[in-house]
Structures are given as C-alpha cells and as structure tokens.
C-alpha cells in the first residue's frame, strides 16, 4: 500500500497568518491516465470530512480561494494564506491513484 | 446538492452480521464510482471498498476482503454494504463518499462487542 506521511501533525497557527501542511508518499502518485490523484480533506469535530482540494491543486466549488494545493512526484503541500477561525480541525491527504486509496495521519490544527 | 444518507448500523457482537445503506439523492447516482470509508473512534480515515459505475469493478481493502460485500442498485440510487464475520477491530464510524471524495454522508456507526 501507499503510505502518505504528512507533517507537522499537530499545528498551532495565528489568525491572519499563513500555514501549510506537508504531505509525502511512499511512491509516485501519477496515474496510468496521466494524472496525479493526490486529495485534500478538512474535518472538524463531529462532521464528516469536506474536500478541498483534488488532482494536486484543484479546488473544489465552494473552497474559499486562500486553500491552495501544490506538489509533484512524492511531494505535496496545502497551503493556507490566511487562517481564520473557521479552519481548525483535522486535515487529511490522500492518494486515489492506487487502491487501496490512504490517508495522511491527519494534522490537527488550532489557533494560537 | 448532493446528499448521501447512511444507515445500518448499530451494536452487533463479534462474529455477526450487519447491511449498511446509502441513499443519494441530489446527483446522477449512476454515473459514479462510489466508495466505503470507516473513522475508527479517534482515528483516522480508512478506505474499505470501492465500486465502479455499473459496477464492473469492486475493489476491497484487505482487512475486509472475504468478509465484506459492496454493491449498489442505480434504479434506487442506493450503495450498500454488507459486512460478515465482523470483529472488534470494525468498530467505526463508516461513510459513503461519491467518487474521489466529493461528497459525504453523514456516516453511521458500528460498534463491534460482546
């Protein structure tokens, strides 16, 4: 299986200030058809998960546009140009291009 | 809007049987490829089965192969999953998602014990 790794895994951000997560697979994530199933998710306390972001860098409809995906390869990262209060809860990748698709441990974001 | 409805679950004892359901509404159920994600309580996300449109396809995690079922039926707009033999390490809260993840249901919660 795929293992996704993200870091850090607890994170404390500022309100109005920038943050990212980082997301390592164990191997390539660029499918047969070209493209590269990396995913991210948000969770808060008690709902399911939400997606943000599909294919590295795409952003679902509805995300708030300071959500950003990047990365290639093994590499990934989320970004989030400014934090507000609405964004803390859990954080997950995940690799669609192999079943059985993983997930990240999760990074559990708070405000300072 | 895309919704996806769970139900199913509940306190089972190891060795037992459960059916979970998932009722879309709000999209072309038909045309997806549908999937079962479980959250064991305080842990993270855990893909179990997976099902083509049509299903043609159906692929299972290995801590659940020869012991669960995943199906669908178009015309009801509904995935299932039936799960055997099931031990205490299935306790989770389980979720239907649409494809790639692009949509949730609520999930329901299984409990596994004697």
């Known amino acids: 299986d795929v293992v996704m790794t993200q870091s850090p895994l607890s994170l404390s951000a500022t309100l109005g200030q920038p943050a990212s997560i980082s997301c390592r697979s164990s191997q390539g994530l660029v499918h047969s058809d070209g493209n590269t199933y990396l995913n991210w998710f948000h969770q808060r306390p008690g709902q399911s998960p939400r997606r943000l972001i599909y294919?590295?860098?795409e952003r679902d409809s509805g995300v708030p546009d300071r959500f950003s995906g990047s990365g290639s390869g093994t590499d990934f990262t989320l970004t989030i140009s400014r934090v507000e209060a609405e964004d803390v809860g859990v954080y997950y990748c995940?690799?669609?291009?192999?079943?059985?698709?993983?997930f990240g441990q999760g990074t559990k974001v708070q405000i300072k | 809007e895309v919704q996806l409805v769970e139900s199913g679950g509940g306190l089972v004892q190891p060795g037992g049987s459960l059916r979970l359901s998932c009722a879309a509404s709000g999209f072309t159920f038909s045309i997806y490829w549908m999937t079962w994600v479980r959250q064991a309580p305080g842990k993270g996300l855990e893909s179990v089965a997976y099902?083509?449109?049509?299903?043609?396809?159906?692929y299972y995690a290995d801590s659940v192969k020869g012991r669960f079922s995943i199906s669908r039926d178009d015309a009801k707009a509904s995935l299932y999953l039936q799960m055997n033999n099931l031990r205490v390490e299935d306790t989770a809260v389980y979720y239907c998602s649409r494809g790639g993840g692009s949509g949730w249901g609520q999930g329901t919660l299984v409990t596994v014990s004697s």
């Open positions: 099902i083509t449109e049509g299903g043609s396809e159906i």
């Open positions: 294919k590295v860098s």
């Open positions: 995940m690799q669609g291009t192999r079943w059985p698709w993983t």
